[in-house]
């Protein structure tokens, strides 16, 4: 009696399930248990480089323009007259000739008005009409620049001032010159600051994109040779 071991589609404990097509390209290559992860390489400089110089750009020039404007608030603040007198009235003023002392005179009407000083004090120092007319505010009240004071020696000096409006009110100040405010030389200097900020901020946006270009070409270069 002969038996069929011939070959059985089925198995000893069932069919068996269906069978997975092959890879088309064969295999996929699995990372060894040694191999280190591929980490993103870096590219340098960082973009942070033209964010901080135009930073630096802006606050440069903020800075100059805080000081100009400090500069303009403290000398208005200085010139301007603390105390006022009446038309008509003799008044005793402190004058020193470091100070640039100056008469001004609030009048919204723009009254005529004359000033001299009395007795000896006529004698010491001297009124000049300024070139130019200034004007100053302190709060509220308009003070428009009246008369310089041409003063030799600190002292004390008698002072008469009149106008054709009753209202008018005079005070005594300072002048407002290159000493009290910036000068052409200082506020260049200042300026030249913000522009040279400016300028590199505009040299490293730049120079940063080229030189990460290049670095991304050495890093290729680099990748396709190992």
């Given at each position: 009696m002969s038996h069929d071991f011939g070959t059985s589609t089925?198995?000893?404990?069932?069919?068996?399930?269906?069978?997975?097509?092959?890879?088309p390209y064969g295999t996929p290559a699995s990372p060894g248990p040694g191999s280190p992860p591929r980490t993103k390489t870096k590219v340098k400089p960082s973009l942070g480089w033209i964010a901080g110089a135009w930073l630096l750009a802006v606050l440069s020039a903020g800075a100059v323009v805080a000081v100009a404007i400090g500069n303009a608030f403290g000398a208005v603040d200085d010139a301007t007259p603390s105390s006022s007198f009446a038309s008509y009235e003799t008044v005793t003023v402190r004058l020193d000739p470091e100070d640039d002392p100056a008469v001004y005179v609030s009048d919204p009407e723009e009254s005529l008005f004359n000033c001299a000083f009395q007795g000896d004090s006529a004698q010491r120092?001297?009124?000049?009409?300024?070139?130019?007319?200034t004007t100053i505010g302190d709060e509220g009240t308009r003070w428009r620049l009246g008369r310089?004071?041409?003063?030799e020696q600190a002292g004390d000096y008698q002072l008469l001032c009149v106008a054709n409006n009753s209202a008018a009110r005079f005070g005594m100040g300072r002048q407002l010159s290159d000493d009290s405010l910036l000068s052409v030389k200082s506020f260049l200097i200042l300026a030249a600051v913000p522009?040279?900020?400016f300028l590199l901020a505009i040299i490293v946006t730049i120079v940063v994109p080229v030189k990460r270009s290049r670095a991304r070409k050495r890093a290729g270069q680099l990748t396709q040779a190992n």
């Open positions: 089925a198995g000893a404990y069932g069919a068996p399930g269906p069978t997975p097509p092959a890879h120092a001297q009124l000049v009409e300024p070139a130019v007319i310089l004071i041409d003063v522009v040279a900020g």
